[in-house]
């Protein structure tokens, strides 16, 4: 048993004080330690467990030393994607009196990686109030207002007030341009140059910069200057997205063998975001390219992607076929019928069927222009090339369309999210006068009314929701070819009805979509019996509706005269065979005779009259 000398004992009552200060300067010294060799959580725990044993003077140096180590560590758990534990680090920080306001910020900025945007916010706006250095939280605020919000609006505010402390950052300039451009689409011009501008002498050789700078340019139709910058983004390693943005500024500006040589890229580019392409576009062995020779050859030419553009490109196969020796075209199961049945020349299969196919090469729809080396001059077909059986068109007047001498008009006012998202769609209310004028008869072509505007028609305004009986595009077909006239924004109905060389009014933002070059005069180029009416400015579609307004007057003037010179008996003595459309909740029971419908409806006060079709008809979705 090893004896301990009593003059080596520490003797309680005379050196206790001695002794606790002693071990605290010990324990600090510890956990200052093991924080500085990066082992956070055991000196942040040590520091925690010392404090509440420290003096006034000792406790506010080891306070110090804990944040400062806890925000270090906080840092590094952000870079690690550790965004919950960071929270919870920052989390305890705010239970010291005066802990610092950058805690806001952090928590706020993990709050967004973890998805919770409105928390993110609350944080950030807080950190906004009480700091005195706002510069940097504002970017963070317009980043997460951008990106997350969607808020382009906001997002200027913010970018604006970061501007005032950082008057030499590139990325805030671009930004601002770029939303600018965005969200004005054609206003405020000058101030989207001028933020570009500032980001390029900052940052001349930022590709990103030097794209946006091309693209406004070419938006604004200042040729030289668009020119000279997409020039320089080549040499800035473009991307495919890039690339891909060039080839509709060629194209938009009638340089169509550059244009849709460029527009080859959609395939690669950088932001699909999800869109998918069909599987045989992985195919590159038997992919058509310039190089190849297709006299005499079996040629595959498919379908990518929208409904609207399969109607558009598939003038191209009877020049095609002309320079081949058989072309086969596989399409989307809702256009098999109505091509069928437009005697193309040309066999036609689905999808499905394409394995089981032996061709040569195949070539993506959109292409084609490049294969019939096609100029903004040389548009094959542009009167019509697409066809209805008489006896569809027929049968679909017999059971769905009105008997009555009213001008009949097809609507269709919005497409895909893609049309919204470029500014291609239009509100509703903007067409009720159409509903109010006592000669015409509205008929709804909306297959999926996606912003339930239709529900939402007030009472006093007449229109027959009619897409709800397409079953395909050739149900469509056959209903246009009962209308008197189509009013429509860009989508797929409206190249439905150049297709088929229906009389038609399109409706054009300010802004428009690369292929449409030409959207002036009587025509758009691609089609002739599409009339434009663009709005002067982005949204301004009063104006271009106003005109249109007009224009049916006309038509209604023009089709009472046409009636009058025919008339066996005086106009007042006509009698109407009105079909009017019953609204169904239950579909109506199948008899063996065909469903005569009901005598002439009547206004209501209560609801807005919208009739729908006697015979229900499965509901398809219908894309642009």
């Known amino acids: 048993m090893v004896q301990i000398s009593k003059k080596l004992v520490v003797k309680h009552g005379v050196t206790v004080e001695n002794t606790r200060d002693l071990t605290n300067a010990l324990d600090i010294s510890m956990a200052e330690f093991y924080c500085v060799n990066k082992d956070y959580e055991k000196g942040l725990k040590a520091f925690k467990k010392i404090m509440p044993y420290l003096n006034d003077q000792d406790r506010n140096f080891a306070m110090s030393r804990y944040i400062e180590h806890a925000l270090n560590y906080g840092g590094i758990l952000v870079k690690a994607s550790k965004y919950a534990d960071a929270i919870e680090l920052y989390r305890s920080l705010m239970d010291f009196p005066g802990f610092p306001v950058c805690v806001y910020k952090n928590i706020g900025l993990c709050m967004k990686s973890l998805g919770n945007v409105d928390l993110a916010i609350r944080f950030l706006k807080q950190f906004e109030e009480i700091s005195p250095d706002k510069e940097d939280v504002y970017v963070y605020l317009a980043d997460i207002t951008y990106s997350d919000i969607k808020d382009n609006l906001k997002a200027i505010e913010y970018y604006e007030k970061a501007l005032i402390n950082k ?38 050789n930022n590709r990103i910069v030097v794209k946006n700078l091309a693209y406004v340019y070419g938006k604004f139709h200042e040729i030289q200057k668009a020119d000279e910058f997409y020039a320089k983004l080549m040499y800035l390693n473009p991307t495919h997205s890039d690339l891909h943005s060039y080839g509709a500024y060629l194209v938009q500006h009638k340089r169509f063998a550059e244009g849709f040589k460029f527009l080859q890229h959609r395939f690669l580019k950088e932001d699909l975001k999800g869109v998918s392409f069909p599987p045989i576009f992985s195919n590159k062995k038997k992919r058509w390219s310039l190089k190849n020779d297709i006299t005499g050859k079996h040629i595959l030419v498919h379908f990518e992607q929208g409904f609207g553009d399969s109607i558009m490109f598939v003038r191209f196969v009877k020049q095609l076929k002309t320079m081949c020796g058989k072309v086969t075209v596989a399409v989307q199961n809702g256009l098999i019928d109505l091509f069928k049945s437009s005697n193309l020349g040309i066999d036609i299969c689905t999808e499905a069927e394409v394995n089981n196919l032996h061709y040569d090469y195949y070539i993506p729809m959109m292409d084609l222009p490049i294969v019939c080396e096609t100029k903004p001059e040389t548009i094959p077909l542009a009167e ?70 239709m529900d939402r028609v007030p009472p006093g305004y007449e229109f027959i929701r009619l897409g709800g009986t397409f079953k395909n595009w050739e149900d469509t077909a056959a209903a246009m070819k009962n209308m008197d006239l189509i009013i429509t924004t860009d989508n797929g109905v409206m190249n439905l009805a150049g297709a088929l060389g229906v009389k038609t009014f399109g409706l054009f933002n300010k802004i428009t979509e690369w292929r449409w070059f030409k959207v002036d005069g009587e025509d758009i180029a691609w089609y002739k019996s599409i009339k434009p009416f663009q709005a002067p400015t982005s949204k301004a579609w009063d104006i271009p509706v106003n005109r249109v307004i007009e224009d049916v007057r006309k038509l209604c003037a023009l089709k009472a005269e046409a009636e009058a010179k025919h008339a066996v008996k005086p106009k007042t003595a006509l009698k109407s ?27 209501t006060t209560t609801k807005p009259t919208e009739k729908k079709p006697a015979k229900p008809v499965k509901k398809t979705t219908q894309k642009d």
């Open 167 to 204: 008057p030499d950052n590139f990325a805030i300039y671009n930004m601002l341009g770029h939303l600018y451009s965005t969200y004005y689409q054609d206003k405020f011009k000058e101030k989207q140059i001028e933020y570009l501008n500032k980001a390029y002498q900052l940052a001349p």
């Open 384 to 453: 019509g090339y697409l066809h209805v059986r008489e006896e569809k068109v027929k049968e679909y007047g017999e059971n769905y369309i009105n008997e009555n001498n009213k001008l009949k008009i097809g609507i269709a006012y919005e497409g895909t999210l893609a049309s919204k998202e470029t500014d291609r769609d239009i509100p509703l209310p903007y067409l009720y006068p159409l509903m109010q004028m006592p000669e015409v008869e509205v008929y709804s072509f909306q297959v999926d009314d996606l912003s339930h505007q």
């Open 577 to 603: 065979k009105s079909k009017v459309l019953k609204i169904e909740k239950e579909p109506a029971k199948k008899s063996k005779s065909r469903t005569v419908k009901q005598a002439k409806s009547v206004k």
